[in-house]
C-alpha cells in the first residue's frame, strides 16, 4: 500500500486523474483482499468517480465488478446486481467479451443465491459459451467450480455435482495441481453428502446442466 500512496501522490501532483483511477482501484483491490470491506467500496468509489471524469468505460466496468463482489459478500444481493449489471452494460459497450463473461457468471450465482434457478441456469450458459469463444479453458472450468460451490453452500450438494465434476476435468486437461486438488476436495464432499441425504433437494429443483 506504501507504493501505492505515493504513486496517488505524484499522480495528484501532475493532475493525471486516470493514473489516480487505476491506483485507486488497485488500492482497493489490496484491502478487498485484507477483508476491509469498507476501505475498499470508499478506494472504488474514488476511482469510479474519476474513471467517470476521464470518460473510460472500461475502467468503470471493472470498478463497478469489483464493488458488486463486495455487495454480494456483504450479502446486499440488489445492490450487487446493481453494479453487475452496470458493468456489463459497459463492458458490451466496449466489446470486452471476456469482461461480460466474468460478470455473467458473477449473475448467475448471484441469481442462485435469489432462487432464480432458471436465470441462474441461463445465466451461466451465456458465461460459458462466451468464455469458450474466446478460449479461455481455465474459466469455463472455473464457472463450473464457482456455480457448484455455490450450490453447496446452498445445501444443494446432488445439483453441484455435475459442476465439480466438470470443473475437475478441465483443471485436468490444464494441468493445474492445485485447481484439481480444491475440485476433488469440493467433489467428494458432495457426493459424500449427496449419497446422504439423497431426497432433501427442494421440491422442483431441478439440475443445473
Known amino acids: 500500500m506504501g507504493h501505492y500512496r505515493q504513486a ?3 499522480f495528484r ?8 483511477a487505476n491506483t485507486l482501484r488497485a488500492m482497493g483491490d489490496v484491502l478487498r483482499y485484507q477483508d476491509d470491506l469498507e476501505g475498499a467500496m470508499g478506494h472504488y468509489r474514488q476511482a469510479l468517480d474519476l474513471f467517470r471524469q476521464v470518460h473510460d ?9 469489483a464493488m458488486g463482489d463486495v455487495l454480494q459478500f456483504q450479502k446486499d444481493l440488489e445492490g ?35 432462487s432464480r434457478d432458471d436465470e441462474a441456469r ?14 479461455d479453458r481455465y474459466s ?4 463450473h467450480f464457482n456455480f ?9 450438494p446432488c445439483e ?35 449419497e446422504t441425504r439423497p431426497t432433501r433437494e427442494e421440491p422442483g429443483d431441478n439440475a443445473a446442466p
Open 57 to 65: 468505460r472500461l475502467g468503470q466496468a471493472y470498478t463497478l465488478q
Open 13 to 20: 501532483q501532475v493532475h493525471d486523474r486516470l493514473g489516480q
Open 140 to 143: 469455463v472450468a472455473t464457472d
Open 80 to 114: 450487487a446486481m446493481g453494479h453487475y449489471r452496470q458493468a456489463l452494460d459497459l463492458f458490451r459497450q466496449v466489446h470486452d467479451r471476456l469482461g461480460q463473461a466474468n460478470t455473467l457468471a458473477a449473475l448467475s450465482r448471484l441469481a442462485l443465491q435469489q
Open 8 to 10: 496517488l501522490d505524484l
Open 122 to 135: 441461463r445465466l451461466l450458459h451465456q458465461a460459458i459459451a462466451m468464455h469458450r469463444a474466446i478460449g
Open 160 to 194: 453441484a455435482l455435475p459442476h465439480l465434476e466438470q470443473a475437475l476435468e478441465g483443471y485436468k486437461v490444464i494441468g493445474l495441481t492445485q485447481a484439481v486438488k480444491d475440485a476433488e476436495r469440493l467433489l467428494a464432499e458432495a457426493r459424500e453428502t449427496c
Open 148 to 156: 457448484g460451490l455455490a450450490l453447496l453452500n446452498l445445501e444443494r
